[in-house]
């Protein structure tokens, strides 16, 4: 830490003049007393950092003192000391120049006398000579009479030192004083590890110092407003409904929007809150930022609890909205058992069927008549509609049952998987694009190098090389690979490459092959499209002759297997489908012979040769 120092130091080796004006002495004095000063100011001029440096790096490691105390702690969490182990923060020891306060000291108590055994002062950037030196001064005095039992650590940054002097005075310690003085020069990679050790600390750290100010804002009186009135409401909801007059549909939506606004009102207002505890409380940057942050989270929580309050309202909504649509739409007809004692089973079983298709249209007709009352009600959002259509769904055949806001939430939950789902399944299949059309870029780049390598004359035959010239860019273009394509065909990417890079794992019971994709193991046909893809780009990268390339392709797409499979009995199961379906094709269709399809010649040919019979 720095210890305090008296004002800044002035130059005692140039003067200024006092005879500045009356003579010639007198001005060229004062010129070199004016350009000693600017030399001198000029020697720090590199210690000085661009606006935009200052800016990158603050950002990066925070100001000076948060960079040092990130440092500190977490070098100090990585050497696994405690508080525990006696480890104490800031600790002074007197000398005769003034208190030395170390950044980090482990102190034991024996017959109550505190004994410091070894002390860490941490320089994490640039040290003025003065205020280096001063420290350095007071821990020789120390060093001298013994105060520290065990050793003092002196732990700078490789890449930042101290001043020049300090460093020499650091060094002359460590050689006046082995084991008792040490200089630990910290790499960059060291310093980095400890400050992204020191990061969370400093961070927890700080919110506990600051925790009055966040707790004060959480504290006023306008923020209590929106959380009241929600309350409030939820509260008239179900005393209304306990005197069993409940709040009607129209009524509930209306405070529902009056609710939503209040939330939104509340953000904005909780933000501009926060903004003015921290401009007020006067922070440092990074103790700024970090404030901010928890802020930002806690706004977060605090948005969030107050939706979850607004959605038992939205739960009542679809309650009124269900209760609607059953009184509007005529209960379902009670299902007949068709019971014709003499009658012919055929006939039966015939009027059975139209008293099927009868209820069958019965239901579609409430289905459609249902839909139609939803559309017609005031609902505030489509989702509240999605799940009250649901709910009805759901609760079709338990009509004489109410509908609770337990069937509300069931229907609330299979709708957040089905979009969960979904949303998965878009971010996969965009993954999935994105990685075919990476694949297909990277081969048909090595299809251009390889066919402009193999297209090279070889002053052997004249004709040979035009026709390889001719030939390798032709080969290249066909067996180029379109991403887009191969994404219409339902190529796994994934698959194609794991294959590639060789990581797959035989089957040979299976005869396939097992990769690991991101959901699980698939196992792939060894003559699927997706292990031909794969061997294609694996020989263009070994340098394979692109004829040959050609053929093993041409040969690999004449056999059609099933492509992949979450399991061997899945791939199993769709090899028997395949074989079915190709057994069913290779079958012959015997043609029906008709007078109709034989030509007019014919017909004649055989009267007339039936006349010559007779």
Same mark, same amino acid.
């Given at each position: 830490?720095?210890?305090?120092? =008296? ?14 004006? $009356? ?15 600017i030399a001198e100011a000029a020697t720090q001029l590199d210690k000085i950092r661009d606006p935009l440096d200052w800016q990158r790096q603050v950002e990066l490691w925070g100001d000076r003192k948060l960079l040092h105390d990130t440092m500190m702690y977490g070098h %100090? ?5 405690? &508080? ?12 005769? !120049? ?8 482990? @102190? ?15 320089? +994490? ?46 060094? %002359? ?36 110092? !600051?925790?009055? $100010? ?11 407003? @929106? =959380? ?7 509260? &008239?909801?179900?005393?209304?409904? &306990? ?10 939506? *209306? /405070?529902?929007?009056? $609710?939503?606004?209040?939330?939104? +009102? ?18 440092? $940057?990074?103790?700024? %930022? ?7 989270? *806690?706004?977060?929580?605090? +948005? ?11 739960? &009542? ?57 939803? *559309?017609?009600?005031?609902? =505030? ?41 979904? %949303? ?48 390798? #860019? ?35 019971? /299976? ?24 061997? *294609? ?23 059609? /297997? ?25 079958? #012959? ?26």
């Amino acid at each position: 830490m720095t210890d305090p120092t =008296p004002g800044g130091e002035q130059s005692h080796d140039i003067v200024p003049r006092t005879d500045r004006g $009356l003579t010639e002495a007198g001005d060229a004095g004062h010129k070199a007393y004016v350009m000693a000063r600017i030399a001198e100011a000029a020697t720090q001029l590199d210690k000085i950092r661009d606006p935009l440096d200052w800016q990158r790096q603050v950002e990066l490691w925070g100001d000076r003192k948060l960079l040092h105390d990130t440092m500190m702690y977490g070098h %100090q969490h990585l050497q696994g000391r405690t &508080e525990a182990q006696g480890w104490r923060h800031e600790h002074p020891q007197p000398t005769t !120049l003034g208190p030395r306060r170390h950044d980090a000291a482990q @102190v034991v108590r024996v017959a109550g006398v505190e004994i410091v055994g070894t002390t860490t002062e941490f320089k +994490a950037g640039w040290v003025s000579k003065k205020e280096g030196l001063r420290q350095l001064y007071k821990e020789r005095e120390l060093l001298a009479k013994g105060l520290t039992q065990d050793r003092s650590e002196y732990i700078i940054r490789e890449s930042h030192p101290p001043h020049p002097e300090v460093m020499r005075e650091a060094q %002359q310690l460590a050689k006046d004083y082995p084991g008792k003085f040490v200089v630990v020069e910290l790499s960059e990679p060291q310093f980095e590890r400890a400050v992204e050790a020191g990061r969370p600390i400093v961070r927890a750290k700080t919110v506990e110092k !600051l925790g009055h $100010l966040i707790e004060k804002v959480r504290d006023s009186p306008e923020l209590r407003t @929106v =959380p009241r009135a929600l309350e409030q409401f939820t509260r &008239e909801i179900e005393k209304a409904k &306990e005197r069993g007059n409940p709040i009607g549909l129209e009524a509930l939506v *209306q /405070a529902r929007d009056d $609710l939503a606004y209040l939330v939104e +009102a509340d953000k904005g207002f909780t933000q501009r809150v926060d903004k003015a505890a921290r401009e007020a409380s006067q922070l440092r $940057l990074k103790e700024a %930022q970090i404030v901010e942050q928890v802020q930002a989270q *806690q706004r977060d929580q605090r +948005a969030q609890a107050l939706w979850q309050q607004v959605a038992r309202v939205d739960r &009542e909504i679809v309650l009124s909205a269900v209760s609607s649509v059953r009184a509007q739409v005529p209960a379902k007809t009670p299902v007949k058992q068709l019971e014709l004692p003499g009658v012919d089973p055929v006939m039966a079983r015939a009027m059975g069927g139209m008293l099927h298709l009868m209820q069958q249209r019965e239901i579609e007709d409430r289905l459609v008549l249902e839909r139609e009352v939803l *559309q017609g009600l005031a609902l =505030p959002t489509p989702v509240h509609r999605e799940v009250a259509e649901l709910v009805l769904a759901q609760q079709r055949d338990t009509r004489g049952q109410a509908v609770t806001v337990e069937h509300v939430k069931a229907a609330e939950q299979d709708i957040r998987e089905k979009a969960r789902a979904v %949303q998965a399944r878009e971010v996969r299949e965009r993954e999935n694009r994105e990685l075919m059309a990476r694949i297909a870029d990277a081969h048909n780049k090595a299809l251009e190098r390889a066919a402009l390598e193999q297209g090279k004359p070889r002053g052997v035959d004249r004709l040979e090389d035009k026709a390889r010239m001719e030939r390798a #860019p032709e080969l290249a273009n066909i067996l180029r690979l379109d991403a887009k394509r191969l994404a219409e065909r339902g190529i796994d990417p994934r698959v194609v490459d794991a294959i590639a890079r060789g990581t797959a794992r035989p089957d040979d019971k /299976a005869h396939a092959l097992v990769v690991e994709v991101g959901d699980g193991p698939r196992w792939v046909d060894k003559h699927s499209p997706e292990v031909a893809l794969a061997k *294609q780009i694996q020989m263009v990268d070994k340098g394979v002759d692109l004829n040959l390339v050609y053929v093993r392709q041409a040969t690999d797409r004449g056999m059609s /297997a099933p492509a992949v499979a979450r399991s061997r009995e899945d791939l199993e199961q769709k090899r028997l489908e395949l074989e079915r379906e190709r057994t069913l094709q290779r079958e #012959p269709h015997p043609e029906l012979k008709s007078r109709a399809r034989e030509g007019p010649g014919l017909s004649k040919g055989i009267e007339k040769g039936l006349g010559h019979g007779r």
